[in-house]
């Protein structure tokens, strides 16, 4: 990544898990970047089942020194890598396991991701609630990714549906 994308990045980071931690109903444990064991940042938290969530904020695709010109999309995704995260956070003792019951995964542009924070939450807690749906309408129109095995799994936004392909046509 170019060092403008992973300071874009960071600071994304940053202010989405700090709006996370003020918004959702339940204390949020936020980690730092390690660079030295290429661990990125989480935002953490334990649900009433004490089951360990987490959300991961990181670039899908970002421009770089040798492809200045590729797309800069960003993920969001909830509960997601868990074998990452096994190996990197400390379990807190009033943590049972790993919450793998759900995860789901937001590939947006980096201009797009604060706006859905409330939407993100929305959706952690209509699991939380064990509810199927949540009222929450997402503030950019999705194209959901929907699998054999799991209904509401993957969405991107439109837009970096859009700038996702159009780079793909431009590099062909």
Sequence with gaps: MTPEAIRIVAQLRREFYTLLAATIQVPVSISKDNPSTSCRS???WI????RLNYVL???????????????????????KGAGLFVNNTKWRKDCRSLNQSW???????PEEILDFLPWVVSLIESQDNYSASFVETPPHPLNFQITHVKLLQDAWTQKAWQYHADSKLLCV
Excluded at 67 to 73: A, G, L, T, W
Excluded at 103 to 109: C, G, Q, S
């Design 42 to 44: 989480m935002a953490s």
């Design 47 to 50: 649900d009433d089942r004490k």
């Design 57 to 79: 904020v990181y670039a899908y695709i970002a421009p770089d020194a040798l492809v200045p010109k590729r797309p800069f999309i960003l993920r969001v995704a909830v509960n």
């Design 103 to 109: 995860d789901f995964e937001l590939t947006l542009l």
